[in-house]
């Protein structure tokens, strides 16, 4: 049968195994800790509830959370390696992910579906929008500098699967075009794809600082008259060609 009990209470610390055979906490029963931690031998087993997982903190090598189709509920700290949310999961509040060093990554995955990110906003009154920032410093997270001219602020990269490894197909690159302060906050955009049988990301086109829409010498800005081809390149520095196709 089931076994039951209100509360077990240990004044000190206990090393080895408290046993609750045949069971399972059920409802209104639980484990409260008042100002110590809750560890988990990862190679031991993990605890399962249907119930929501209470305010605290979940420390890394925790093991493993099943939390059935409930909630984790937390106003401390999730601190782990790896957080692997499967089927609709969802957050509320601010996720942040951080590093010490290397890259701070979020993985989006899926199989024969579409993965995605999405941003969804929503008020009664206009003036709302969803948005996504990319932002760059020099100097640290918790102590940032200004950007220095050329300093590169934000990427958007589409890759695929070359057989070996993940590949760029297509960059847009934001660079600074002159040391930030509060009154210059100068950018160019550039736009980078791949010739078909090469593997390297080039220059096809950028948008200056002022705006100004600049191709690399030799590049074609052309024009699909549906009668041949319609074309101006540069092929020097002095030399300006139209094609009338």
């Known amino acids: 049968g089931t076994s039951a009990w209100a ?43 249907v119930g929501a997982l209470g305010a605290g903190t979940i420390g890394t090598g925790f093991g493993t959370i099943n939390n059935g189709a409930s909630t984790i509920t937390t106003t401390g700290a999730v601190a782990t390696g790896a957080l692997t949310v499967t089927g609709d999961g969802s957050f509320s509040g601010d996720v942040t992910i951080s590093a010490a060093s290397g890259q701070a990554i979020l993985d989006v995955s899926s199989v024969n579906s579409a993965s995605s990110i999405r941003a969804t906003s929503a008020r009664s009154a206009g003036g709302n929008m969803s948005e996504i920032s990319w932002r760059s410093s020099r100097g640290t997270i918790a102590s940032p500098a200004a950007v220095q001219d050329g300093d590169r602020i934000g990427y958007i990269t ?63 800005l052309a024009f699909d008259t549906g009668g041949g081809d ?12 139209v094609v009338v196709g």
Request: net charge negative.
């Open 158 to 220: 589409v890759q695929g699967y070359d057989n070996s490894a993940y590949a760029n197909g297509f960059t847009i690159k934001t660079l600074a075009t002159e040391t930030w302060d509060a009154s210059g906050n100068g950018v160019e955009v550039i736009f980078e794809t791949n010739v078909t049988g090469d593997d390297t990301n080039a220059e096809r086109f950028r948008i200056s600082d002022v705006g100004s829409f600049e191709l690399p010498q030799g590049a074609k």
């Open 7 to 49: 509360q077990v209470a240990l004044a000190t610390d206990v090393s080895g195994t408290l046993a609750v055979a045949n069971t399972a906490l059920v409802a209104g029963t639980g484990i409260t800790l008042a100002t110590n931690t809750l560890n988990v031998d990862a190679s031991q087993g993990q605890i399962t509830t």
């Open 230 to 241: 319609t074309y101006i390149y540069q092929e020097s520095a002095d030399d300006l060609h």
